[in-house]
């Protein structure tokens, strides 16, 4: 069975660190594309950070420099590492994995930022 189960949301005050977690299972993370995406209320779902298969790492320009996508093979996780929290960082937060013929996503976990 397909799962991916993402983890380590929680409230921060701004400035903060947190560590997300996506935990995968029924596939190989490292055969997928992975994907941080979030979303606030009243907005529409972004993409955040994504690592390739080949480990290549993009993030958006509002993150860059503060939040670091990495993957861990022998967890079958990816993690996203998100350093000097801004309140408009708080959101959603969703995992997904994505091939040329599939795509699985998580549940969320929410990030709250306190200014």
């Known amino acids: 069975q397909v799962r991916l189960v993402e983890s380590g949301g929680g409230l921060v005050q701004s400035g903060g660190s947190l560590k997300l977690s996506c935990a995968a299972s029924?596939?190989?993370?490292?055969?997928?594309?992975m994907k941080w995406y979030r979303q606030a209320p009243g907005k529409e779902r972004e993409l955040v950070a994504s690592?390739?298969?080949?480990?290549?790492?993009n993030y958006v320009d509002s993150v860059k420099g503060r939040f670091t996508i990495s993957r861990d093979d022998v967890k079958n996780t990816v993690y996203l590492q998100m350093n000097s929290l801004k309140p408009e960082d708080a959101a959603v937060y969703y995992c997904?994995?994505?091939?040329?013929?599939?795509?699985?996503w998580g549940q969320g976990t929410q990030v709250t930022v306190a200014s």
């Open positions: 029924g596939f190989i993370v490292s055969n997928y594309h």
């Open positions: 997904k994995a994505q091939s040329v013929l599939r795509e699985y």
């Open positions: 690592i390739s298969s080949g480990a290549a790492t």
